[in-house]
């Protein structure tokens, strides 16, 4: 059974009555970020029941040394660990003595909470009566600015019911956290300083091993009523400050705490002036005020809807799932900084570590390209390209020569930071989502520059390590590729696992392809890339036998790929006569168990055919989907999207809602049962993916935009934008047809339905 307690709200994240069992879930579902850091949506005021606190720095890491039974060459010395930050949010609260506490309150009514996507402001309010027979209103508004990305803010505010009370508010700033999943207990955070100017507070501190330093600040005002009232004492301990307001307060009069917090950090800022960049902070926080800092936020988040929302009518839920998806892609991830990428937990939790998987090039690039303006995907490409000479050395490490370049299952810095073997040393598909990236990039956007400028050197990594990955078999007469684990993480250490050698030989073959055409039309970049990469003719050659020998395991009798050499040699039960006592079988089974079953855990082969669809047919695709997906459990949350697409594609849309709306909900539907953990960023990118080039059919074809519009029976209508080469595209699809409108400079042809159709500005064409 599904958790099923978020009211179905087409802008709004909403949970109405007060459960202790589900605080840590809706701490994960409520979550708040600006690109620049974020946090859980943890009670301002102390709790003493089950959570799980939670605030984070874009950027900023720790480098848990690794826990393993037993070494091995290669082996990553760390687990890059996404930091818990000092906690800026919290406010002590005394009502008459009494600690307010909702764990321990004698009653909550009118609980409710509201993540408001719309605006980006999350809201709590309920009336609760304290042990002492204190009863209260309040309500707690807070965000996090899109203005000024180093600025929280909270407002707080309290109305006593019943009787005149004296109320004790201390707000304060405490660095001395932990994470919930250090390998060692480490300490990972060192404070140095403890200040206060006025009515605000800082403290210095920075991470052990990679000395990041970061100042946490708060600055805070206080009024009952129309009265402001100033601290009357300051709490200092070893890792934490506060300010203490006590103030009297009659029955029906309102206190309200103002608090701006956040975080400098000396990736932005000189390490000696972090006070005063956080001073800086609160000085534009504190001119503007709560109200219209507000105001900026909900036009900040008008902007990005503008261009990013897609709009559905007849599914309340379906709506809902979206625009949570596209709403935590934008808390998670701006594009304004190349040195930061898109962690799966985004800002939410701490679970996997790292803020940079191969989710990044293969779900997450196509939404940033088509919402945002290219810069946004330049600077993802860039990333990798900045990390160049650490995948150089990550393949140094496991015996590859000559500038092959391996790039991480799991960073920070570019260095390979994932501690399981079967990953790390073979889940090496991940370096063709890269190339992909490439090729993907300059597709949609027609921007060719990347390549000469930083990508042919990439390409050129990627096809080196994949020629000295592969072997020659003698018997196969044949290139293979031995040891390693697909997309499907249910099977570790096989052989030929297709979509391996299949991206392998297009890896060669594009940057073949790409080599010829940088030396033909960009000739100082050749030979500067040249001199780099010492690249010669022979090397060349030696890639091109290994791509056009490749083996590709098939199987005549079923006529499809295999998903590895020795798929048929498995008992091929089906999952729908697999016991629903044995699922999650991640969670079930013995790894054992689940390495010998033929059950897939996402689009392995599949995920081939979706990078390469134009290479097959649609007949091609029918026989590989309904060989594969029967024997597919979809528990990672990067595989409902996929088939949902390809369910579309054959037209078989019952099958592709259901799949949608599995991607789409994923967290708030709770399907994996671990969203206390944290939500899972990279896969929302598939649900978008889903609509756009699942039911909108969207596909890049002949260098120009093709649409093959289906839409679900439940919905009236879908609509979205997509910024293709500097031109808005909006595409509305109804029971009666498909609208498709274009503003932009010049008219630009697509193709409808396999129809040619000429867009000018301003002009709604029906296809």
Request: hydrophobic share 35%.
């Amino acid at each position: 059974m599904n958790q099923d307690y978020i009211k179905a709200n087409v802008w709004s994240i909403l949970e109405e009555d007060f459960d202790k069992e589900r605080i840590q879930s809706s701490e994960s579902l409520f979550s708040l970020g600006n690109g620049a850091m974020g946090q859980r949506a943890n009670f301002e005021e102390d709790y003493t029941g089950d959570t799980f606190q939670g605030s984070y720095i874009a950027g900023v890491y720790y480098p848990d040394k690794t826990r393993v039974g037993w070494w091995k060459n290669g082996y990553p010395e760390y687990f890059a660990k996404v930091l818990n930050a000092p906690n800026w949010i919290g406010i002590h609260v005394k009502i008459n003595g009494e600690v307010f506490d909702l764990n321990t309150c004698s009653s909550i009514q009118n609980f409710k909470r509201e993540l408001n996507m719309k605006e980006g402001y999350y809201q709590r309010s309920f009336t609760a009566t304290l042990p002492n027979a204190v009863q209260l209103e309040v309500i707690s508004t807070r965000f996090l600015s899109l203005k000024f990305d180093e600025v929280g803010a909270i407002k707080y505010q309290i109305k006593i019911l019943n009787k005149d009370a004296d109320v004790q508010l201390t707000p304060y700033i405490d660095s001395g956290i932990t994470n919930k999943d250090s390998n060692w207990d480490d300490k990972f955070w060192n404070t140095t300083n403890i200040l206060e100017k006025a009515n605000s507070a800082f403290i210095e501190l920075h991470t052990m091993k990679t000395n990041f330093k970061v100042c946490t600040y708060m600055n805070t005002k206080v009024n009952v009523g129309d009265k402001e009232i100033t601290h009357t004492n300051t709490l200092k301990e070893e890792t934490k400050i506060g300010f203490e307001y006590n103030a009297s307060v009659k029955k029906g009069e309102q206190i309200q705490l103002v608090k701006f917090g956040g975080y400098t950090v000396d990736r932005n800022h000189p390490e000696d002036k972090l006070v005063d960049a956080a001073e800086n902070a609160i000085n534009q926080a504190t001119a503007m005020g709560f109200d219209a800092l507000l105001e900026a936020q909900k036009l900040a988040w008008g902007l990005i809807w503008e261009m990013a929302d897609i709009a559905i009518e007849g599914d309340v839920k379906a709506q809902q799932g979206i625009r949570f998806n596209i709403f935590q892609l934008n808390q998670t991830y701006l594009g304004t900084d190349s040195r930061l990428n898109i962690g799966p937990k985004g800002f939410t939790g701490e679970k996997y570590g790292g803020s940079t998987y191969w989710d990044t090039e293969a779900y997450c690039l196509p939404f940033y390209m088509a919402t945002k303006n290219q810069t946004v995907a330049w600077n993802l490409l860039k990333y990798r390209y900045n990390h160049l000479e650490k995948a150089i050395e990550n393949a140094e490490k496991l015996g590859f020569k000559n500038g092959a370049a391996l790039y991480p299952m799991v960073t920070m810095n570019g260095e390979e930071c994932h501690n399981e073997w079967e990953i790390t040393f073979e889940e090496i598909h991940r370096n063709g989502a890269i190339a992909f990236a490439i090729f993907n990039y300059y597709r949609f956007t027609g921007d060719y520059s990347y390549i000469p400028e930083m990508g042919l050197e990439v390409l050129i990594g990627i096809a080196r390590f994949w020629h000295q990955r592969a072997n020659w078999s003698e018997k196969k007469k044949k290139y293979v590729i031995l040891g390693v684990t697909g997309p499907n993480e249910y099977e570790n250490n096989v052989n030929n696992n297709w979509y391996t050698n299949y991206l392998a030989k297009w890896c060669i073959d594009y940057t073949i392809e790409q080599l010829d055409k940088v030396k033909e039309g960009y000739e100082d970049d050749y030979q500067r890339i040249m001199g780099v990469t010492k690249l010669i003719d022979e090397e060349v050659l030696q890639w091109k036998k290994v791509a056009d020998s490749m083996f590709f395991p098939y199987s005549k009798e079923h006529e499809i790929y295999l998903q590895q050499s020795g798929f048929l040699d498995k008992e091929l039960v089906t999952v729908e006569n697999l016991e629903k006592s044995n699922r999650p079988i991640n969670q079930k089974w013995s790894w054992d168990r689940i390495l010998r079953s033929p059950y897939i855990k996402q689009a392995d082969v599949l995920q081939g055919f979706y990078f390469f669809e134009d290479h097959f047919t649609t007949k091609e695709l029918e026989k590989h989907f309904d060989f594969y997906e029967p024997f597919t459990v979809h528990e990672s949350s990067l595989s409902p999207c996929i088939h949902s697409i390809q369910a579309a594609k054959l037209d078989r849309m019952d099958q592709a809602y259901q799949f949608y709306l599995r991607t789409s909900r994923l967290d708030l539907d709770d399907y994996n049962k671990e969203v206390e953990e944290g939500l899972h960023i990279t896969s929302m990118a598939g649900t978008w993916l889903s609509i756009v080039e699942g039911f909108g059919g969207m596909r890049i074809l002949n260098d120009k935009l093709n649409f093959h519009p289906r839409i679900p029976e439940g919905w009236n209508s879908y609509s979205f934008k997509i910024n293709f080469r500097n031109r808005i595209i909006k595409v509305t699809v109804t029971k009666e047809g498909s609208f498709y409108e274009m503003s932009g400079d010049e008219e630009m042809t697509i193709r409808v339905n396999d129809k040619r159709l000429v867009l000018k500005s301003g002009e709604a064409i029906k296809a």
